[in-house]
Nanobody, 122 residues
Framework: QVQLVESGGGLVQAGGSLNLSCEASGPTVSSYYMGWFRQAPGKERDFVAAVSWSALTTRYADSAKGRFTISRDNAKNTVWLQMNSLEPDDTGVYYC???????????????WGQGTQVTVSS
């Protein structure tokens, strides 16, 4: 059983930055693809970014490219999402996710964190 605990959310003005953390625990967690999804009020949970188990491959949603950076440190069992140039549309609950599949879509996610709220004011 893998457990994921997010932190780092909060309220920030447009143009600001936040760095989300996800601490993972459990057997073989370092072998999972890790990443983040966002769920805005009244909307579906959408993919934001993912990183391979080796940290050599990353993937981003179009809305995140050039502004967000995902990274991981398997020695610390931690994944980060550095978010810069934040916009009001980035507002939502950010969920850390772990998957054994590189496809990394919602149906392929094996484990979810409890989520952390990010609010970007205009």
């Amino acid at each position: 059983q893998v457990q994921l605990v997010e932190s780092g959310g909060g309220l920030v003005q447009a143009g600001g930055s936040l760095n989300l953390s996800c601490e993972a625990s459990g057997p073989t967690v370092s072998s999972y693809y890790m990443g983040w999804f966002r769920q805005a009020p009244g909307k579906e949970r959408d993919f934001v970014a993912a990183v391979s188990w080796s940290a050599l491959t990353t993937r981003y949603a179009d809305s995140a490219k050039g502004r967000f950076t995902i990274s991981r440190d398997n020695a610390k069992n931690t994944v980060w999402l550095q978010m810069n140039s934040l916009e009001p549309d980035d507002t939502g609950v950010y969920y850390c996710a772990a998957s054994q599949s590189s496809i990394f879509t919602r149906p392929t996610i094996n484990y979810w964190g409890q989520g952390t709220q990010v609010t970007v004011s205009s």
